[in-house]
Nanobody, 121 residues
Framework: QVQLVESGGGLVQAGGSLRLSCAAS????????MSWYRQAPGKQRELVAA???????NYADSVKGRFAISRDNAKNTVFLQMNGLKPEDTAVYYC???????????????WGKGTLVTVSS
């Protein structure tokens, strides 16, 4: 019903910046929450940032002041601007959306396939 396409990952030097994008498409009535998670090598997946339909956001302590999440509701897209990247930010970043579907107004959580961010020192 819903497809998520992430982009923007890549290789960057420490201190550099990247901007991740995640576009949602499909049988969408509305998108409630859009989030970015990441999973570093050998570690569990963790929440990086989330943004509500009203625009309120929250961040993991490790990225506060460096990352900024935003969304374009007209395009069903969420962004993650990552500045001051550190080697410990290296991970596969996954987009997650909590969506109300057109069909029966059901709700569901959907994941993207992930985009790799590698930060070199």
């Amino acid at each position: 019903q819903v497809q998520l396409v992430e982009s923007g990952g890549g290789l960057v030097q420490a201190g550099g910046s990247l901007r991740l994008s995640c576009a949602a498409s499909g049988n969408i009535f509305s998108i409630r929450t859009m989030s970015w998670y990441r999973q570093a090598p050998g570690k569990q997946r963790e929440l990086v940032a989330a943004i509500s339909s009203g625009g309120s956001s929250n961040y993991a302590d490790s990225v506060k002041g460096r990352f900024a999440i935003s969304r374009d509701n007209a395009k069903n897209t969420v962004f993650l601007q990552m500045n001051g990247l550190k080697p410990e930010d290296t991970a596969v970043y996954y987009c997650n959306v909590y969506i109300t579907l057109q069909d029966n107004r059901n709700v569901g959580s959907y994941w993207g396939k992930g985009t790799l961010v590698t930060v070199s020192s």
